[in-house]
């Protein structure tokens, strides 16, 4: 019996832990898109796995996989009761994510139930019509909207409150309507909406300069940018403020991952991230994707992001969709 157990102290101690701070070098990672293909969830993902991939940081791509539902909800919920503690799975975020945690519609999950890791890019609202549309400025859109609300259909990611949403009701307060009145039609992520609105089912796309920024801008008109002044690359495009309407929305794209990581693997990807952002790869794959500069690190987003929660929460209660 002894020698029984001095055999396996000694294979115990030859055993090399699964993941040390030193060590790790993840293989087969993945990146958790919580919607559908297309729009800028995937897009967070893809700007991820391309940039460390290419700038050597790791040595496998980095793989997608896609869990939609409730505006991201069923993936923060998977995360936190499933693969809490996962070293090698990260999970996009944006700032849509924080107004949906401040609208309380991830459950009884709040913020604090992840690990906020790291913001890598902003992004911007952007209005926009087809080609075929009767609007060609912001302000002929909005005029027509305050004369038949219910005619004109809206359509983004998510549902009322979300944030694709909010952009639209932002906007008809500047012309004094109230956005209940709107016709919203909710879709599973911004990919799922500009097929619905190229196909014709919903008159005006809501959403980000990322998700119409490689699209062949033949099809549609983009009337307004949701930015404090002109974006590079579409400087022909004007801003909400300058047609007279104060409405900006900045969106960050960022990752989360699960409430159990250790602290080790937490430092890792830490680490990882702030290497990446000094890279040519990463600047060449954020520009190539439509984003802009915008990176918080570790627990400097953390503390950012429950900031933003708090920010939100009370725009959803001046907007009239929290008491």
């Given at each position: 019996?002894?020698?029984?157990?001095?055999?396996?102290?000694?294979?115990?101690?030859?055993?090399?832990?699964?993941?040390?701070?030193?060590?790790?070098?993840?293989?087969?990672?993945?990146?958790?898109?919580?919607?559908?293909?297309?729009?800028?969830?995937?897009?967070?993902?893809?700007?991820?796995?391309?940039?460390?991939?290419?700038?050597?940081?790791?040595?496998?791509?980095?793989?997608?996989?896609?869990?939609?539902?409730?505006?991201?909800?069923?993936?923060?919920?998977?995360?936190?009761?499933?693969?809490?503690?996962?070293?090698?799975?990260?999970?996009?975020?944006?700032?849509?994510?924080?107004?949906?945690?401040?609208?309380?519609?991830?459950?009884?999950?709040?913020?604090?139930?992840?690990?906020?890791?790291g913001a890598l890019g902003a992004d911007y609202g952007v209005i926009a019509v087809?080609?075929?549309?009767?609007?060609?400025?912001?302000?002929?859109?909005?005029?027509?909207?305050?004369?038949?609300?219910?005619?004109?259909?809206?359509?983004?990611?998510?549902?009322?409150?979300?944030?694709?949403?909010?952009?639209?009701?932002?906007?008809?307060?500047?012309?004094?309507?109230?956005?209940?009145?709107?016709?919203?039609?909710?879709?599973?992520?911004?990919?799922?909406?500009?097929?619905?609105?190229?196909?014709?089912?919903?008159?005006?796309f809501s959403g980000d300069v990322s998700e119409i920024y490689l699209l062949d801008n033949k099809r549609f008109r983009v009337l307004a940018v949701l930015s404090e002044a002109r974006l590079p690359g579409l400087a022909g495009t004007p801003t909400a403020r300058e047609q007279g309407f104060d409405v900006v929305w900045t969106v960050w794209r960022g990752f989360y991952m699960g409430p159990k990581v250790s602290d080790e693997a937490y430092r890792w990807w830490v680490n990882t991230f702030r290497r990446l952002i000094k890279t040519e790869e990463f600047a060449r794959e954020r520009k190539r994707l439509g984003l802009y500069p915008f990176a918080l690190i570790g627990e400097e987003f953390g503390a950012f992001v429950r900031n933003s929660v708090t920010r939100q929460r009370r725009l959803v209660k001046d907007i009239g969709l929290l008491r």
């Open positions: 019996m002894a020698q029984r157990y001095l055999l396996f102290l000694l294979c115990s101690l030859l055993v090399v832990p699964a993941f040390t701070a030193h060590s790790f070098d993840p293989m087969r990672t993945e990146c958790l898109v919580p919607a559908k293909k297309g729009g800028g969830m995937a897009l967070t993902c893809t700007l991820l796995a391309n940039s460390l991939l290419r700038s050597d940081l790791i040595t496998e791509k980095m793989t997608l996989q896609y869990k939609p539902g409730g505006i991201g909800a069923v993936a923060y919920n998977h995360v936190v009761g499933v693969r809490s503690a996962d070293p090698k799975l990260v999970v996009a975020a944006s700032s849509g994510s924080a107004l949906n945690l401040a609208s309380g519609k991830f459950g009884s999950y709040d913020v604090n139930a992840v690990r906020w890791l087809r080609r075929d549309a009767p609007w060609n400025t912001l302000g002929e859109l909005l005029d027509d909207l305050k004369q038949r609300p219910e005619s004109i259909i809206f359509g983004g990611g998510g549902s009322i409150g979300s944030q694709d949403w909010m952009k639209t009701a932002l906007l008809a307060r500047e012309v004094e309507i109230d956005p209940r009145r709107l016709r919203f039609v909710a879709f599973e992520g911004g990919g799922e909406a500009l097929v619905s609105f190229f196909s014709g089912h919903i008159d005006v």
